[in-house]
């Protein structure tokens, strides 16, 4: 299995972008052993429509049109189910036993996401109550995919 994010938008501070190469070599280095090729990160282009829903669909269409083939997605969604860290590990464990060839993970735009991506996603997925800009959320997103992995190898990166 293999690791999607497709987002919108592109990050551009050198922090956000120094965390995410960071925990994205992490996974490219343990997650091989582990079952898990690689994680992809494809960043789209913000739709530039005046009208809210015509830009959430645009972007929700771009979205699903960019899926690998045989992908789990999941859509990133402040209404979405929460997850415990030992959960989340739980949910990506049983999609991988599952054979998926992909676990997609969709991250919207400013708007959220289209109608058209929330009815294709098999699960909506919160990170938090709290609101989080774009760019930390993808990184706290990467970080518990590595943190999923050291879970599995049974590394004491992760205490309960």
Known sequence: MQFDILA?????????????????????????????????????????????????SDEAKRLISSLPKDAYLIALDEKGKSFSTSEFAE????????????????IGGPDGHGAELLEEASLKLSLSKLTLPH?????????????????WSGHPYHRE
């Open 8 to 56: 919108i938008g592109r990050l551009k501070q050198d922090a956000e972008l120094k965390l995410q190469s960071r925990y994205i070599e992490r996974i490219n280095k343990s997650g091989p052993s582990l079952g898990i090729k690689s994680l992809q990160l494809t960043e789209l282009v913000e739709a530039k429509s005046q009208e809210t829903q015509a830009r959430k």
């Open 135 to 151: 760019g930390l959320a993808r990184v706290f997103l990467i970080e518990q995919l590595y943190r999923s992995l050291t879970i």
């Open 91 to 106: 949910l990506i464990q049983k999609r991988k036993e599952d054979g998926h060839g992909s676990l997609s993970f969709a």
